[in-house]
């Protein structure tokens, strides 16, 4: 055993010596199945991205940590790698090079627990939980004492303004600006000529950005899972995943197989039971996210002076990554069969990491500059777990049960169960700051043409009654909604309170129960019932502002 004192001596030869020690004991499979040492500086834990992804021990050398509890450390993190993801093992190494953790004894780590907040603490309860594993006899005073903690575990606020479910408006102005981004980048389009390969490489980054983000917000599922698709896991027909006669049509409604992240097996090991369905709109966001990519990879083999048949290019194509790093593009390729072989069905080359998927979505999302009636610009903010957060909160609204909830989610139904347990006084307190705004009441007015100004335009329906006027012509042309149903909720609608807001209230119940009648099911019309609750709220603050004018009458 190493005498358990801080070592001084060169770390390079410690670490050499240590290699040969254990010998084959510190000899270790990734869970994306790459060899690494538990006493290399760096481990390469997965391909994703351009150089793969590593993750670095050096830091070590410099702690206070003893050499004893070095290689217990690197051991113990050498077997989660085993069967956690590398951001998983990025996570732990962080939260231990980061806090003033001098050993890993029972005294320290209680000296150290009470400063954590937390997701620290989840951290260093996993840590604790893989040291016992690890070695139970020397852990085994360390596991007793987190074991007999009060369990903590990372609440999950789902009304927080900056952290929990978007409200209504919120998400309904994410949606206007996601549909605007998507026409403005479709209409830009891509180039993809010999002389413009750069340019065209950048404005398909771009659109890849996009998608990815509308991915996370229409399919619930994290850049973990989206990094893991191929193109032929996406198809109109859910039973021809693996067919070499995959049509794309304008029609589409495309189906995609996901995988799941956080199974104890390798890259695309797991899919879900079932496929997940994109509806038209979006479907021809892909195709044309699609068609531009296959002609801009087309081009650069054609630049290297490899080209292929129709047939060939697919069977390629098929086994490219949905979300690619620009590397892909780069690539020099010796020849067609180099090219054949350098991609399969289950490889992960040239797929982008979750780290730079998620950090691109972030972006994307905050460079829409959505607004927040609860919250000032500097302060909003939308990520994954938001999204998750509001479409499981909606659901748990509107009384979808909890298999349904965890489906949506990608869960387990215990996962999802938090949604469903929400108290009836949290329930209330939802429906009010989500619902019923206390700003939409300022939000009216009584004449429509006085407030007309430069950049405002009347809503109407097609019989010519007036309903309100949207504040943003470039916002209002861009939204894909009906006209005026689909404006009750939006940001940029100002109702007008003498309007027959109960006439559209009426029409869109009576749509909606005619839809159920003829055996829709109810988390089908989910948008219909949430913009009846819009039209509800409108015309319950025109009653309250008709009422106050009475009064000051």
């Known amino acids: 055993m190493v005498n358990n004192q801080k070592d001084n001596s060169d770390p390079k030869a410690n670490m050499a010596l240590l290699k040969q020690q254990y010998n084959k004991e510190a000899e270790f499979i990734s869970k994306e199945g790459f060899p690494f040492n538990a006493f290399d500086e760096q481990w390469v834990l997965s391909g994703l991205g351009n150089k793969g992804q590593s993750v670095d021990l050096s830091w070590l050398h410099n702690s206070k940590f003893s050499l004893e509890d070095q290689i217990h450390l690197r051991l113990t993190l050498a077997n989660m790698s085993a069967l956690r993801s590398k951001s998983t093992i990025s996570n732990v190494i962080g939260v231990i090079s980061t806090n003033q953790l001098n050993s890993l004894s029972v005294v320290d780590f209680k000296l150290l627990w009470v400063t954590l907040d937390k997701i620290k603490k989840s951290r260093f309860s996993s840590l604790i939980l893989w040291l016992y594993k690890h070695d139970t006899e020397i852990f085994n005073d360390l596991y007793q004492w987190k074991s007999n903690l009060n369990n903590e575990t990372v609440s999950v606020k789902i009304t927080d303004p900056e952290k929990g479910s978007l409200s209504d408006l919120e998400n309904h102005a994410l949606n206007v600006a996601m549909n605007m981004k998507s026409k403005k980048l479709i209409e830009r389009g891509f180039e993809v000529t010999h002389t413009k390969e750069n340019k065209g490489l950048g404005l398909l980054s771009s659109f890849r950005n996009f998608i990815a983000s509308r991915m996370v917000q229409v399919l619930l599922r994290r850049p973990s899972n989206l990094i893991q698709l191929k193109w032929r896991d996406i198809s109109p027909d859910a039973s021809i995943f693996d067919s070499d006669n995959i049509f794309f049509s304008d029609d589409d409604e495309l189906k995609i197989r996901m995988f799941k992240a956080k ?288 009064g000051e009458e």
Not at 317 to 332: C, G
Request: aromatic share 10%.
């Open 263 to 550: 199974s104890k097996g390798t890259f695309r090991q797991y899919p879900e039971s079932e496929p997940l369905t994109l509806n038209n709109a979006i479907s021809k966001e892909i195709i044309f996210y699609r068609t531009g990519y296959l002609k801009l990879f087309n081009q650069a083999l054609i630049n290297q002076g490899i080209k292929l048949n129709d047939d060939e290019l697919y069977d390629i194509f098929q086994n490219l990554p949905f979300l690619f790093v620009d590397a892909l593009f780069k690539t020099k390729f010796k020849d067609k069969n180099q090219l054949c072989s350098s991609f399969n069905s289950d490889a992960s080359g040239f797929h982008s990491d979750s780290f730079s998927v998620g950090s691109s979505v972030r972006d994307l999302f905050e460079s829409l500059k959505i607004t927040s009636e609860r919250l000032p610009q500097d302060k909003f903010n939308i990520g994954n777990n938001r999204l998750r957060h509001t479409i499981a909160t909606n659901a748990a609204r509107d009384n979808l049960g909890l298999l349904i909830i965890a489906k949506l989610l990608g869960n387990t139904p215990s996962s999802a169960k938090i949604y469903i347990d929400l108290s009836d006084e949290a329930r209330v307190q939802i429906n009010e700051k989500f619902i019923a705004n206390d700003f939409l009441v300022n939000a009216f007015s009584t004449s429509v043409s006085e407030l007309m100004k430069s950049g405002e335009i009347a809503i109407e329906d097609d019989l010519g009654d007036t309903f309100g006027k949207s504040k943003n012509v470039n916002q209002c042309t861009g939204c894909q909604r009906s006209k005026p149903l689909g404006c009750y909720g939006c940001n940029s609608f100002s109702a007008l309170v003498s309007g027959d807001h109960r006439s559209q209230r009426d029409k869109a119940q009576q749509k909606y129960d005619y839809r159920i009648n003829s055996g829709d099911a109810p988390h089908a019309l989910l948008e219909l019932k949430k913009q009846i609750r819009y039209i509800e709220a409108t015309i319950a603050a025109c009653d309250q502002v008709m009422q106050r004018k009475i």
